[in-house]
């Protein structure tokens, strides 16, 4: 897999585009859901996605895997996507190293290498030790990081990823969300990610879209640099609530 080969070879800075989206439009039976949405992704870098329920995030990521077709515009991708939607769910009935190696058992790959490539893999999602457990014994923020280590094991480089945590109580979000960046920068992965919560948005990304609805349009692209140390100090810097009351004010 790319995104494993590659470990540590992209980070923020890096230049090269891997997504580019240009003038995108989409509309469904006759309601236009998209109007002119362009956006692109650098290698290594966390982009979101933010804006109120209906502006058109998950029809976005879905154009980009193809899963719909724009009506106009173009699509470039330049790597391997991973796209885990809001509704990735595992399944009940298989234990987590099954259903994380489900992707690769569904490509019809070596039922032992693909397990052997999730048992290398599960220490870096904190699952050392449930691997034989089932979903329903396990707590929300686990069951995510299984869905998300089942997204990477089966695709690449760029993880879409559709309000992972939007169900989570808020100290589990917390420590995903820092769960999150440190998987980003092991595996060098780039991100695009969708939420609701203006504050996950600010804290975890590089750059923000913001969004309006009806038809959904960018309203504005912010990059977000607060100078210093790593993300987790944005959290005390008081530049945080400016930004929050900004975007606030976009939406
Ligand atoms: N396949 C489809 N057929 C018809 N309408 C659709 C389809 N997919 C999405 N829509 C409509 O397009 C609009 C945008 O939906 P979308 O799910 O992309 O928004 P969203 O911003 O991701 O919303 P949320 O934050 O609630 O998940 C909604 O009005 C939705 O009902």
Same mark, same amino acid.
Not at 10 to 25: N, P, Q, S, T, Y
């Given at each position: 897999?790319?995104?494993?080969?590659?470990?540590?070879?992209?980070?923020?800075?890096?230049?090269?585009?891997?997504?580019?989206?240009?003038?995108?439009? @989409?509309?469904?039976?006759?309601?236009?859901?998209?109007?002119?949405?362009?956006?692109?992704?650098?290698?290594?870098?966390?982009? #979101?996605?933010?804006?109120?329920?209906?502006?058109?995030?998950?029809?976005?990521?879905? =154009?980009?895997?193809?899963?719909?077709?724009?009506?106009?515009?173009?699509?470039? =991708?330049?790597?391997?996507?991973?796209?885990?939607?809001?509704? !990735?769910?595992?399944?009940?009935?298989?234990?987590?190293?099954?259903?994380?190696?489900?992707?690769?058992?569904?490509?019809?790959?070596? @039922?032992?290498?693909?397990?052997?490539?999730?048992?290398?893999?599960?220490?870096?999602?904190?699952?050392?030790?449930?691997?034989?457990?089932?979903?329903?014994?396990?707590?929300?923020?686990?069951?995510?990081?299984?869905?998300?280590?089942?997204?990477?094991?089966?695709?690449?480089?760029?993880?879409?990823?559709?309000?992972?945590?939007?169900?989570? !109580?808020?100290?589990?979000?917390?420590?995903?969300?820092?769960?999150?960046?440190?998987?980003?920068?092991?595996?060098?992965?780039? =991100?695009?990610?969708?939420?609701?919560?203006?504050?996950?948005? =600010?804290?975890?990304?590089?750059?923000?879209?913001?969004? #309006? #609805?009806?038809?959904?349009?960018?309203?504005?692209?912010?990059?977000?640099?607060?100078?210093?140390?790593?993300?987790?100090?944005?959290?005390?810097?008081?530049?945080?609530?400016?930004?929050?009351?900004?975007?606030? #004010?976009?939406?």
């Amino acid at each position: 897999m790319y995104a494993l080969q590659q470990a540590k070879a992209g980070h923020a800075g890096a230049k090269e585009e891997v997504i580019r989206l240009d003038r995108i439009g @989409k509309r469904f039976d006759g309601s236009e859901v998209l109007r002119d949405i362009s956006l692109h992704l650098r290698k290594g870098e966390f982009v #979101s996605l933010l804006g109120p329920s209906g502006s058109g995030k998950s029809t976005i990521l879905n =154009i980009m895997t193809g899963l719909e077709e724009a009506d106009t515009g173009t699509v470039s =991708i330049g790597g391997q996507i991973g796209y885990m939607q809001q509704k !990735d769910l595992l399944l009940p009935w298989k234990t987590v190293i099954d259903n994380i190696a489900l992707p690769l058992d569904l490509k019809g790959r070596n @039922k032992k290498e693909s397990r052997a490539l999730a048992e290398s893999l599960i220490d870096r999602v904190g699952l050392r030790g449930y691997e034989h457990r089932y979903p329903g014994e396990m707590s929300g923020g686990m069951k995510q990081r299984a869905s998300f280590l089942r997204t990477l094991i089966a695709s690449g480089e760029i993880m879409l990823l559709d309000e992972p945590f939007g169900a989570l !109580d808020s100290m589990t979000k917390s420590s995903m969300q820092q769960w999150l960046l440190e998987v980003q920068e092991a595996f060098g992965l780039t =991100i695009l990610f969708i939420t609701h919560d203006i504050e996950e948005a =600010i804290l975890l990304s590089d750059r923000v879209y913001v969004l #309006s #609805s009806r038809p959904g349009t960018i309203k504005e692209e912010l990059g977000v640099d607060f100078g210093v140390g790593d993300k987790r100090s944005r959290l005390v810097d008081p530049k945080l609530l400016k930004m929050k009351e900004r975007i606030r #004010s976009l939406l």
